[in-house]
């Protein structure tokens, strides 16, 4: 969903009062599709006809055929949620120690994000003295010892801000906490909305704060269901990252989007959905490119909860040859601990039944295997700053 601060106000409209209800978490309801399809005319034809056209991010050297190496690839697996309660944030912790887990997000204001935060800490010290039980299977993948990403997952969609009262009101709900994706859109898409701006930035500036004062240093950043996609608040991260010295955002630049999920499975509401944060992340790619890295593609906006062997390896297949590329997980436990104060401040969990699959795959010898075999390496968000990564010819 997202982009530049100057196209704020040029959305379609009947796309945008189409979006999911306000608390919805990234699927359009059914009865929505036809709305919402016929436009998509806005969106480049290249990138409509089958989700392979060029990156914006890197010349697209074309989809691999199964068995064929991928030429000097490496791929950071990145987690969102953590924090966001004790179920996803031992499953997370899991991915990392039992795993293949390279890169995590925390959401500063969830119910567990402390906790959690002293958990990373103390993985990171298990990590620098190779007492992780992956450490053997992160060799043979070329996964060198250092520490593994943790970035901030930005959010205004989920229970209350860090800043209290000195948060504005209309972008809230009834109940003061934060209102589903599709509200908060609309509300920010609102001319009066430019008033809020100023808050909205700060409110962003705590939750990275907060992670920056309990010793931690960001990575990088990334949005809670995408609002970093939001025009509005798009345009406020530069003087995040630049404040925060936060070198890496993600950019949901996803190739092949036709092919894993029209082409498998039909899942054309997953489709459909997952065009609109493409084209929010296009526009938010031309509004600024040099002002951050991002890896020159991601995989993950249309199968939150759904990732298995067979769609890693459609990912794999078109990642092209070279240079990094980002795969979003969200692993968790089985045992959801969810309590009752934190259903009512709005922490419910929609991927909950899904997560305990996702990790599997994390902890899967199949999954290394494929990697190897394939001659992909395990990366870090931050190697986009060494020029270490460099494309095949």
């Known amino acids: 969903m997202p982009p530049d601060a100057a196209g704020a106000h040029d959305v379609n409209p009947v796309l945008a009062r189409n979006l999911p209800s306000c608390n919805t978490f990234g699927v359009v309801p059914a009865g929505r599709i036809r709305y919402i399809l016929p ?174 004062d309990h010793g931690v240093s960001p990575t990088h950043l990334n949005g809670h269901q995408y609002i970093e996609l939001l025009p509005q608040v798009s345009s406020l991260l530069p003087k995040l990252l630049e404040r925060f010295s936060i070198p890496v955002r993600r950019l949901a630049l996803e190739p092949a989007l036709a092919r894993t999920t029209l082409w498998h499975g039909f899942r054309l509401r997953a489709w459909a959905l997952a065009l609109v944060k493409q084209y929010y992340a296009r526009r938010a790619y031309s509004s600024g490119r040099a002002s951050y890295a991002a890896p020159r593609a991601y995989f993950g906006t249309a199968h939150a909860g759904k990732i298995d062997i067979r769609i890693l390896d459609l990912f794999l297949k078109h990642a092209g040859q070279g240079g990094m590329i980002e795969i979003g997980v969200h692993p968790g436990c089985d045992e959801v601990r969810i309590r009752p104060h934190e259903l009512c401040e709005g922490w419910h969990d929609p991927l909950a039944s899904q997560r305990s699959s996702e990790l599997a795959l994390l902890e899967s010898p199949l999954l290394a295997e494929r990697l190897r075999s394939r001659g992909v390496k395990l990366g870090r968000l931050t190697d986009l700053l060494s020029g270490a990564l460099r494309r095949a010819a």
């Open 39 to 212: 436009h998509f005319a806005c969106l480049k034809r290249k990138s409509l006809s089958d989700g392979t056209g060029s990156s914006p991010n890197a010349h697209e050297p074309g989809a691999l055929a199964f068995g064929e190496d991928i030429v000097g690839l490496s791929i950071a697996l990145h987690a969102d949620d953590f924090g966001l309660n004790a179920a996803v944030t031992d499953g997370i912790l899991r991915g990392f120690r039992h795993g293949l887990l390279t890169s995590t997000s925390i959401l500063a204001n969830a119910p567990h994000s402390l906790p959690a935060l002293k958990a990373w800490q103390e993985l990171s010290r298990e990590q620098l003295r190779q007492l992780l039980p992956s450490a053997a299977l992160r060799r043979e993948l070329d996964d060198v010892r250092r520490t593994f990403d943790f970035g901030v997952h930005l959010n205004l969609t989920q229970g209350r801000p860090l800043t209290g009262e000195r948060y504005p009101a209309p972008l809230l709900d009834s109940e003061g906490r934060f209102p589903g994706v599709a509200c908060l859109f609309r509300r920010l898409r609102a001319r009066s909305a430019e008033q809020f701006i100023s808050a909205v930035h700060d409110e962003l500036a705590a939750q990275i704060g907060w992670v920056v």
